[in-house]
């Protein structure tokens, strides 16, 4: 079982949460959590991303599909800490009112911060929201399920 407190969480114990590795891994760490309400996670953007190479080389930006998937994963960690459970996964089910307001650029840190909605059985839907600094960089309504490993 994974303690559900409200204590920043590294690196190491977000890979007990969720299955993901690198290259799919996209965050680095939970710097706020909040059982059962929010997280606030970190991305930190390299120029040595693997996206980078084919996703306008020239003037490289991270995919905004990239940045929803980061949300789902702080989403996911934020519900899958809140319910205290280890041994099962969040699938990712539905988008809602994504927009992307500005670019993520090499060298930015991205600040994702998600809240819980609603949870009802296995079903949530939380709200995500990514920074860089003060820019709104994107929004989207995520909704994911709970299932077992």
Known sequence: MVEAGNSPIDIEEITKILPHRYP??????I???????M???IKNVTINEPFFQGHFPS???MPGVLIIE???QVGGVLVLRSMGISNR?????GIDGARFRNPVFPGD???IVCEIK???GTMCIFEGNAYVGQKHAAEAELMATVVER
Do not use: N, Q, S, W
């Open 24 to 29: 799919f891994l996209l965050i680095d760490r």
């Open 31 to 37: 710097v706020e959590f909040e059982k059962g309400k």
């Open 39 to 41: 997280a606030r996670g």
């Open 59 to 61: 003037h490289p930006i």
């Open 70 to 72: 980061a949300m789902a």
């Open 89 to 93: 996964l969040l699938y990712f089910v």
């Open 109 to 111: 840190t991205l600040e």
């Open 118 to 120: 609603k949870i009802r």
